[in-house]
């Protein structure tokens, strides 16, 4: 007999992640995912502390290590292209910009669903247009584009940071806290000259270019630039593909370094994607029987190296919780009690990001350099990988095996 049927809104991280808790506890899932098909295009994510204590769990950390992008550490470049400063990658979770585990998003999510495809019902190319959760209710009645309505005793926003399906309940309540930097990816063809250094360089102007390599004989290429904070939203996300195409011509013509050929690469690539870079605040992730989880309910921000291990544990507790009460109200009480310390800590970025690594003047890219250099000294290399490490492991994690049915 089912506990219940679930719906849960995104099929990336958090949904999948999600679903595949819920099954193992009784749940009926389904999963519900704008695209036509899964996407597994992406950039690098890391699974850190709690989430990868969490994939220990699900089985799968062996599975994702041997997806990883094989990334060696991160290289940062001065003016001239030299390298200036390095920092090896950590072969634990206590620090490094790059993680031990490192994995492209569209692979860790293509592991998520084959792990759940034989007991959650994955419907693409739809989304949802109301969601009728009246008050004493034993179910919550939604509306699709394309499918019939229909009744499920719990939903849950896995979507995103621009989550439609949060805005269905929540309105206008949760903010998005503009970090004042916009980003664009892509994937690039990959040259004799690249290596498996995550490579980072500064140019004035508050502009970065910055390229991965991946497990599949490509770059993963971005770049990134100020813009006004003051604004929730850029709006990177809306900008038609050409039209980004231009504005970064514009701003990275004269960058230097590798910014000529990562801009030939992004004409012609078909995986380019930009975004506004900023947090998701949200005062409540709950309402009646509907939930926020991952970026949809508490986005860090790519820049904190902390959405990936959000997403993996939030789900996990979550589903935890529902298992663990018989209410859901008690329920969903019990996982923003566990996880809002937890985000609370990976939302507070180090002082100045993302503004220190994106210095607008000259002296501030020397400055810039200057730091990294004397950070990656074995001594100050020590106490700034402890001051600047993400908290990925601040959290004490229940162990809900008991309730698996």
Request: glycine share 10%; net charge negative; proline share 5%.
């Amino acid at each position: 007999m089912t506990r219940g049927r679930v719906l849960i809104s995104g099929a990336s991280i958090a949904g999948p992640a999600l679903a595949y808790w819920l099954h193992r506890y009784g749940y009926e899932t389904t999963v519900v995912e704008r695209a036509p098909a899964l996407r597994t295009g992406g950039q690098n994510v890391d699974v850190r502390g709690a989430g990868r204590e969490v994939t220990r769990r699900m089985g799968i950390e062996d599975d994702i290590r041997r997806a990883t992008t094989g990334e060696i550490g991160t290289r940062f470049i001065g003016p001239s292209g030299r390298v200036i400063a390095e920092f090896p990658a950590g072969t634990t979770d206590s620090g490094g910009a790059t993680a031990e585990l490192e994995v492209l998003r569209g692979d860790l999510a293509a592991l998520l669903v084959a792990q759940t495809t034989a007991d959650t019902e994955y419907r693409y190319g739809d989304r949802l247009t109301a969601i009728h959760d009246d008050e004493g209710a034993d179910a919550v009645r939604v509306e699709f584009e394309y499918a019939p309505s229909e009744h499920f005793d719990l939903v849950v926003a896995a979507d995103g940071i621009g989550s439609s399906t949060r805005r269905l309940v929540f309105g206008t309540e949760p903010t998005i806290r503009s970090l004042g930097l916009e980003t664009t990816y892509a994937t690039i063809p990959r040259t004799a000259a690249d290596d498996d250094w995550w490579r980072w360089y500064s140019a004035p102007g508050g502009r970065s270019v910055t390229l991965r390599p991946d497990a599949r004989g490509t770059i993963r290429a971005a770049m990134s630039f100020l813009t006004d904070r003051t604004r929730e939203q850029a709006g990177a996300e809306l900008r038609d593909v050409d039209a980004q195409r231009a504005r970064l011509r514009e701003r990275f013509a004269d960058a230097g370094w590798e910014a000529q050929r990562v801009l030939d690469g992004f004409d012609v690539a078909d995986d380019l994607y930009s975004e506004s870079i900023g947090q998701v605040r949200a005062p409540r992730w709950t309402s009646g029987r509907v939930a926020l989880v991952g970026d949809a309910a508490y986005c860090a921000s790519p820049v904190s190296g902390m959405g990936t291990s959000l997403a993996i544990t939030g789900a996990y507790v979550l589903a935890g919780e529902l298992a663990a009460h018989v209410d859901h109200r008690d329920a969903f009480r019990g996982y923003e009690r566990i996880m809002r310390p937890y985000v609370d800590q990976a939302q507070q970025l180090p002082p100045g990001t993302p503004r220190v690594a994106n210095p607008k003047s000259r002296a501030g890219v020397a400055l810039f350099g200057l730091a990294v250099r004397a950070g990656s000294s074995p001594l100050v290399g020590k106490v700034a990988g402890r001051l600047f490490t993400p908290p990925a492991d601040r959290i004490d994690l229940p162990d809900y095996a008991h309730l698996e049915r």
